[in-house]
């Protein structure tokens, strides 16, 4: 059975290394699939979730949440070097909970006193907030 290797790093160092037989990712220009001995591709990506369904189970899928990045596709190598990067395992959904209420509160701050910079700044950190809150809860 053909298969890819999946590699997440971030600034902290590698996050996630498995093989996989199908990843689907969000890049700017909307969703991807991925199977084995895809066409080699680099893309940035969105804020939003990875999901990997591994070789060793058709029903075991691991999901990741990815916060910006760049995915690259080479020779049934997939590397995803993402901003951070945080296994649906990992993610603490009440610190998440909080980070959200948090962005909603400086987004609302900001916006009342139209200071542009910090409303795309909340508005960054919430859509982070959700994305985790969303992986986590799979």
């Given at each position: 059975?053909?298969?890819?290797?999946?590699?997440?790093?971030?600034?902290?160092?590698?996050?996630?290394?498995?093989?996989?037989?199908?990843?689907?990712?969000?890049?700017?220009?909307?969703?991807?699939?991925?199977?084995?001995?895809?066409?080699?591709?680099?893309?940035?990506?969105?804020?939003?979730?990875?999901?990997?369904?591994?070789?060793?189970?058709?029903?075991?899928?691991?999901?990741?949440?990815?916060?910006?990045?760049?995915?690259?596709?080479?020779?049934?190598?997939?590397t995803i070097v993402a901003d951070?990067?945080?296994?649906?395992?990992?993610?603490?959904?009440?610190?998440?909970?909080?980070?959200?209420?948090?962005?909603?509160?400086?987004?609302?701050?900001?916006?009342?006193?139209?200071?542009?910079?910090?409303?795309?700044?909340?508005?960054?950190?919430?859509?982070?907030?959700?994305?985790?809150?969303?992986?986590?809860?799979?």
């Amino acid at each position: 059975m053909a298969q890819m290797t999946v590699q997440v790093v971030t600034p902290d160092g590698l996050k996630y290394d498995h093989h996989a037989n199908f990843i689907h990712a969000v890049t700017k220009d909307g969703q991807i699939g991925i199977l084995p001995d895809h066409i080699n591709l680099i893309a940035p990506l969105e804020v939003d979730e990875l999901k990997v369904r591994r070789v060793d189970d058709d029903s075991h899928v691991d999901w990741i949440a990815i916060n910006g990045g760049i995915i690259e596709i080479k020779d049934n190598l997939v590397t995803i070097v993402a901003d951070s990067a945080e296994r649906e395992r990992d993610i603490d959904i009440s610190r998440a909970e909080r980070a959200k209420l948090r962005a909603e509160r400086d987004l609302e701050e900001a916006a009342k006193e139209d200071r542009i910079d910090e409303v795309q700044r909340a508005q960054v950190a919430l859509r982070r907030a959700l994305n985790r809150i969303n992986v986590g809860t799979k």
